[in-house]
């Protein structure tokens, strides 16, 4: 099974709200990816946690918060967002990422969101 | 830095073979991917091969390497309308002890019927 889920599908939120985006694995993987994509683009890395700990964050505005409450879990925490934010944030996970040969990333299928 | 490149598309008639490249820069590489993107989905992981292999083939996949060149291609033997999407190239490098993936910028597969 390699499968990440994610939630929700798609996500509609305004410039003041907060909401959430929700990523599992039940794969005993101890890396988790957040990537965001915009159309036609290939994906961007935003954060990497290894062992639920935050080993990247690639210089991401602060009104992406990102979270990891155990192994298996990854949320997003988003709030005052910008349009431009509008896109496809895509999770993955991955053995690992220290050791070599456990590196293949699995990704989810991805929460679309729309900033109006 | 890391770059991969990739043409932008491909276009093929129903049965026929599409042969998708990639060429990357970093001689380090340990996995070289490809990934599968169809419209509005996520990304789904094709296959990979070791970068001291030369080639794989799982059923109608064909994934060449040249290691020498830098070259990377996906064959896709009798390719059906369902093989539409945009395919990514991906490699992975090592920095400060850890694995991350570079991409490239993909190449939407277009099948005609």
């Known amino acids: 099974d390699t499968e990440v889920t994610q939630t929700p599908k798609h996500l509609v939120m305004g410039m003041t709200n907060k909401k959430s985006l929700k990523c599992e694995q039940h794969?005993?993987?101890?890396?988790m990816y957040w990537y965001k994509q915009k159309a036609k683009k290939p994906p961007e890395l935003m954060f990497v946690y290894s062992y639920e700990k935050l080993s990247i964050n690639e210089s991401v505005p602060s009104r992406f918060s990102p979270e990891c409450p155990n192994s298996s879990l990854l949320n997003l925490h988003l709030h005052a967002l910008q349009p431009e934010d509008s896109a496809l944030y895509l999770c993955?996970?991955?053995?690992?990422?220290?050791?070599?040969?456990?590196?293949?990333?699995?990704f989810g299928p991805g929460t679309r969101l729309l900033v109006l | 830095g890391e770059d991969v490149e990739q043409s932008l598309f491909l276009s093929v008639r129903e049965g026929d073979s599409s042969v998708i490249n990639c060429t990357y820069t970093?001689?380090?590489?340990?996995?070289l991917y490809w990934y599968k993107q169809e419209p509005g989905a996520g990304l789904q992981l094709l296959t990979y091969i070791f970068s001291n292999m030369d080639m794989k083939q799982d059923q109608r996949l064909t994934v060449l390497l040249n290691k020498k060149d830098k070259h990377l291609s996906l064959r896709i033997a009798d390719t059906q309308t369902g093989d539409s999407a945009i395919y990514f190239c991906a490699e992975t490098y090592s920095g400060a002890g850890s694995y991350q993936l570079t991409f490239g910028k993909g190449t939407k597969l277009s099948v005609i019927p």
């Open positions: 970093d001689s380090s590489s340990t996995y």
């Open positions: 993955a996970s991955s053995q690992d990422r220290l050791a070599r040969g456990t590196e293949t990333q699995y």
């Open positions: 794969m005993g993987h101890r890396a």
